[in-house]
């Protein structure tokens, strides 16, 4: 009759437990999140990245060198384009989205601004408390849309890819056809 002693069940737990991780070595590090994030709008929007902007966006998604390329543009919140500019690239069918700290603020000026009375029907326009790090802002009509995001911290950079594509899944569903 076998014995079963306290060093036999230690023996069996470790020969188990080091079982269990054989092969561990080819699994991916919690951290690394592994799962290809996917688009319903964003990969096939051309996008236009200004100097000054953080994220960086994955080959999937088509990008351009020039605004007049593009349907989304990506602009810092301090950026040094006027009312009037973003007035032609909104009536033109691109899609502004302001990043930073100081993103409302920017897009409040230029909503505040006669260049953008002379052409859209503003309804008046509202602070959001807290302020957004992204406004992302479109023509839909004779009006525009926005869309803003807030985190706690500085956005993590899928964060940031996930709120335009959901922007310009909104905008699109709001945009009438023709």
Request: with cysteine; aromatic share 6%.
């Amino acid at each position: 009759m076998q014995q079963y002693t306290r060093r036999n069940a230690l023996r069996a737990c470790g020969i188990a437990a080091l079982s269990s991780l054989a092969g561990c070595s080819a699994l991916p590090p919690d951290d690394q999140d592994t799962e290809q994030p996917t688009y319903e709008r964003l990969d096939v929007t051309p996008v236009y990245v200004a100097d000054g902007v953080d994220p960086s966006i994955p080959a999937e998604i088509e990008t351009v060198s020039a605004p007049h390329n593009a349907d989304l543009l990506v602009l810092p919140d301090d950026t040094n384009i006027d009312a009037t500019q973003a007035v032609e690239w909104l009536t033109d069918d691109r899609v502004l989205a302001l990043l930073g700290e100081k993103a409302e603020t920017t897009w409040l000026s230029w909503v505040r601004s006669d260049a953008f009375r002379d052409v859209f029907d503003t309804q008046g326009y509202s602070e959001s408390e807290p302020s957004p790090t992204l406004v992302v802002g479109a023509k839909v009509g004779l009006n525009t849309t926005t869309s803003r995001y807030s985190w706690g911290d500085a956005p993590a950079n899928r964060d940031v890819l996930r709120a335009l594509d959901e922007s310009l899944v909104a905008i699109e569903n709001r945009t009438p056809t023709d």
